[in-house]
C-alpha cells in the first residue's frame, strides 16, 4: 500500500496542473484487495469502468492510473466511461503481461552426496532455488510451483536421507 501512495504522490507530482488522478487496483492471491478512485469525477465514471477492464483481462497484482487534464468539452457520464474504459484497455495491452507462477516454500536438509539428485527435481519441475548453503550438509529454500508440488514432493520424499519442511 504504500508503495502505491508513493506512485500516485508522484504522478500528482508529475501532473499538478491535471484535474483528475483515477485509479484502479486489484491485488493478491485472490484478488479480493481492490480499491477504485474516481477522484471527483461522477460516481461510477471512473474506477469502477478501471477495474472492469482489469477484471475483463484477468489480471491481478496491477494499478492502473489514468491522469486527466480538463480540455473545455464535457464528456457526460456515458463518454467519461467511455473514456476511462478504453484508456485503461490500451494501456493494459501495451504495457503486456508477467504470469508467475504460485510457489509453495520448502526447506530440505541432505546430505551433501545426493546433492545431484536433489538438484536433478529441482530442475525437472521448474523449482525456485531461493536460499542455499552447501557445506557437508546442504540446506535449500526453494519454491516449488503449485501446479507440480504433489509430483515434485513425492520425488523430494523418495530421496534417502531428505529432511524437508514447509516454510
Known amino acids: 500500500m504504500a508503495d502505491f501512495k508513493e506512485k500516485l504522490a508522484a504522478l500528482k507530482k508529475e501532473h499538478p496542473k ?3 488522478h483515477c485509479f484502479a487496483y486489484r491485488i493478491g492471491m ?22 472492469g477492464q482489469i477484471d475483463s483481462l484477468g489480471l491481478t497484482n496491477v494499478l492502473v492510473v489514468v491522469v486527466r487534464y480538463f480540455g473545455g468539452t464535457l464528456l457526460g457520464v456515458p463518454g467519461l466511461i467511455n473514456a476511462y474504459k ?4 490500451e494501456a493494459l495491452q501495451l504495457a503486456g503481461k508477467i504470469e508467475k507462477p504460485v ?7 541432505f546430505d551433501y552426496t545426493i546433492l545431484n539428485e536433489v538438484m536433478r527435481v ?24 503449485a501446479a507440480v508440488l504433489t509430483e515434485a514432493l513425492g520425488k523430494i ?11
Open 103 to 109: 510457489l509453495h516454500f520448502y526447506r530440505l536438509q
Open 86 to 89: 478504453t484508456a485503461t484497455l
Open 122 to 145: 529441482v530442475k525437472q519441475y521448474d523449482c525456485f532455488l531461493r536460499k542455499q548453503d552447501m557445506q557437508l550438509f546442504c540446506l535449500q529454500e526453494i519454491g516449488i510451483p
Open 30 to 51: 485472490d484478488g479480493n484487495v481492490f480499491r477504485v478512485s474516481d477522484d471527483g469525477e461522477p460516481s461510477g465514471s471512473a474506477g469502477r469502468p478501471m477495474l
Open 157 to 167: 520424499k523418495e530421496l534417502r536421507g531428505m529432511e524437508w519442511e514447509k516454510i
Open 18 to 20: 491535471a484535474v483528475h
